[in-house]
C-alpha cells in the first residue's frame, strides 16, 4: 500500500498545489484543516481524507495524525506581530509531539532560506522560520527541512509584491534592500522537492538549501520582470532613508499585499538569502532539462494569469472569524442586531444566466454599480491597513469556496442558487454580501441580493448609518446590472422593490 501523507496549510498557497502533485505520484493524501467546506470545491477533495483539526489543539492533531508516514508542516502566520515566534513554537512543538506518539516516519518542512548571520540578529520572521525547524527535530522524528527563499509562481506573495512594484511604479525610489541577492526558485521547482522529500532515507533529518540556478537583486528581479513583461526599462533609485516600517507602508499602498504582511517580508529582505550549500542533489536530482531560472519561471507564471489558471494565491490562507460569529442566515435575535439591505429583481433571464453573471462580480469586472464609491471604500480600507480592492480574483469567471474577491472572502457556493462573500475589510462589525437565485414559473427567474452587518459595539451602530445612506447608491444599481448583464441588452419593466 502507497504511503499517507498528511498534509497542513491545504488551503494555503503551497499546500493546496502539493496535494494534486502527492496524489499524481501515487501517494495516498490526508488534509488537515479547520475548515474543510473550503476544500469542496477543489478538483481533488473527493481523492483525500480530511481530518478537521486546529493546529493547537493537542488531541485533534493526535488523531490526525494516525497512521501517517510523512507529515507536511506548511504551517506560518506573518500577522501574529509580537507573539509570532511564541506561537510558532507551541504549533511546531505540538505537531511535532503527534508526530513522535503516531511513530510517523518523516516530518517535511518548508521554511525560509536564512542569512548566514546570528540567529538573534535575524528578522522576527526569519528567525522563528528556523526555530520551527530546530522544534521539529528535537522530537527525534527524522525531519527534512527545505529552506527556500523567494518562490516564483503566479499567486505567491513574493511574487505578486515583484509583479505589481514593478508593473506600477515605471520609475520609484527604493529601500536600499533592493540591492540585497537572494536565490529565487519556481514554485514547481519547490513541489519537486517537496514530493521527492517523502522518500529521504530514515538516517536523513536536516535542513537543505533550494534554489533556482539564478543569483540575483531584487532590483535586478524588476528590472528582468519588466523585460519578461515587456515592459520599458523601470528606472530604480534605491536610497537608505526607507526603514522597514515605512518600506513596508510603500509596499502596502502599491501593492496588494497588505501593510501587516509586507512587514515581516520586509524585515526578511536586509540579508542576502543565498544557498550556501546544494547537497539536496544528492537525494532529490535535478531534472533533465535542470531547475527553472528566474525568466523562464516569470514566463510561466504570467501565463497562468493571463490564461486565469492560477490554482491557489497568498490571500488564500487567511480566514478571519471564528465559528462563534453569527452567520447571516441566523435571526436577529440569535447574536444581537443584524442590520440588512434586500434588493430584490425579476428577469426573465434563466437561473443558470443570472448565476454567470452573479458569479464574475469583482475583480476587474468591478462591482457593477458605483465603481467611483468602491474604490474609495477601497482606499479607505487601504489607510486603515486592511486589503482594500487590489487582491482582485483568482479567476475571472469562477470561484471557489474561500477564494478572495477583492476585499471579500467567498463564504458559501451552491451554483445557481446561491453565493454568499464574507467582509475582510476593517469594519467594527462583520459584514456579508448575500445573492440568491430562484427560478419563477413559467419562465425567467428572480434575483434577491442581500447586504448583511453585524455590528460591535456603538461604533458599529454608528458605522452601519453613516454608510447607509451610499448604499441607495450602490445597491439598486449593483442588482439591476447584474440583471442586466445576465440577459445582455436592457429589459422593459425590470427594477429593484
Not at 323 to 342: C, E, F, I, K
Not at 424 to 436: H, N, Q, V
Request: net charge neutral; charged share 25%; hydrophobic share 40%.
Amino acid at each position: 500500500m502507497s504511503k499517507l501523507c498528511l498534509v497542513t496549510g491545504a488551503t494555503g498557497y503551497v499546500g493546496g498545489r502539493l496535494i494534486p502533485r502527492l496524489l499524481e505520484a501515487g501517494y495516498r493524501v490526508r488534509v488537515m484543516v479547520r475548515h474543510p467546506e473550503r476544500l469542496r470545491d477543489l478538483p481533488w477533495f473527493n481523492e483525500v481524507e480530511v481530518a478537521v483539526a486546529d493546529a493547537g489543539d493537542t488531541e485533534a492533531v493526535e488523531s490526525a495524525m494516525q497512521n501517517v508516514d510523512v507529515a507536511y508542516y506548511l504551517l506560518h502566520s506573518l500577522q501574529l506581530g509580537a507573539a509570532l515566534e511564541t506561537e510558532e513554537r507551541r504549533l511546531a512543538r505540538n505537531f511535532a509531539n503527534a508526530a513522535r506518539i503516531n511513530k510517523v516516519g518523516r516530518i517535511v518542512y518548508l521554511g525560509g532560506l536564512a542569512p548566514n548571520i546570528p540567529l538573534a540578529k535575524m528578522s522576527p520572521h526569519m528567525r522563528s522560520r528556523v526555530e520551527v525547524g530546530d522544534t521539529l527535530r528535537a522530537s527525534g522524528v527524522p525531519v527534512a527541512e527545505l529552506r527556500a527563499a523567494v518562490i516564483i509562481g503566479s499567486g505567491s506573495a513574493s511574487f505578486e509584491m515583484l509583479r505589481y512594484l514593478t508593473e506600477r511604479l515605471p520609475a520609484m525610489i527604493t529601500p536600499r534592500w533592493v540591492r540585497t541577492k537572494t536565490q529565487p526558485i519556481a514554485v514547481r521547482d519547490v513541489l519537486r522537492y517537496l514530493v521527492g522529500a517523502a522518500e529521504l532515507p530514515p538516517e536523513v533529518s536536516r535542513p537543505f538549501d533550494i534554489g533556482g540556478p539564478d543569483v540575483i537583486s531584487y532590483e535586478r528581479m524588476m528590472h528582468r520582470y519588466a523585460a519578461v513583461a515587456g515592459l520599458p526599462k523601470r528606472i530604480i533609485l534605491p536610497i537608505n532613508l526607507l526603514s522597514p516600517g515605512l518600506s513596508s507602508h510603500w509596499v502596502g499602498l502599491v501593492t496588494p499585499v497588505p501593510r501587516r504582511l509586507a512587514r515581516p517580508l520586509v524585515q526578511s529582505l536586509r540579508h542576502d538569502s543565498v544557498c550556501t550549500e546544494q547537497d539536496i542533489k544528492a537525494y532529490i536530482p535535478d531534472p533533465p532539462e535542470g531547475l527553472l531560472g528566474f525568466d523562464r519561471a516569470v514566463e510561466l507564471a504570467l501565463q497562468r494569469i493571463r490564461e486565469a489558471d492560477v490554482t491557489t494565491r497568498w490571500s488564500s490562507a487567511s480566514y478571519p472569524g471564528v465559528p462563534s460569529d453569527p452567520l447571516p442566515t441566523d435571526p436577529s435575535w440569535a447574536g444581537g442586531t443584524l442590520y440588512t439591505d434586500v434588493r430584490t429583481v425579476e428577469t426573465q433571464a434563466q437561473p443558470d444566466e443570472l448565476w454567470r453573471a452573479v458569479e464574475r462580480i469583482g475583480g476587474e469586472h468591478g462591482w457593477y454599480s458605483a465603481s467611483f464609491l468602491w474604490e474609495v471604500r477601497g482606499l479607505m480600507d487601504r489607510a486603515a491597513g486592511g486589503v482594500g480592492l487590489r487582491r482582485g480574483r483568482r479567476d475571472p469567471d469562477h470561484l471557489f469556496v474561500g477564494d478572495t474577491v477583492d476585499f471579500w472572502r467567498v463564504e458559501e457556493r451552491q451554483p445557481p442558487h446561491l453565493l454568499r462573500l464574507r467582509a475582510e475589510m476593517k469594519m467594527p462589525g462583520l459584514a456579508w454580501l448575500e445573492f440568491t437565485i430562484d427560478a419563477l414559473e413559467g419562465g425567467g427567474s428572480v434575483l434577491r441580493q442581500r447586504a448583511v452587518f453585524y455590528p460591535h459595539g456603538l461604533t458599529g451602530h454608528a458605522y452601519w448609518w453613516s454608510v447607509a445612506p451610499f448604499h441607495r447608491f450602490v445597491f439598486p444599481g449593483m442588482a439591476a446590472q447584474v440583471v442586466h448583464e445576465a440577459e445582455g441588452h436592457p429589459r422593459q419593466g425590470i427594477g429593484s422593490r
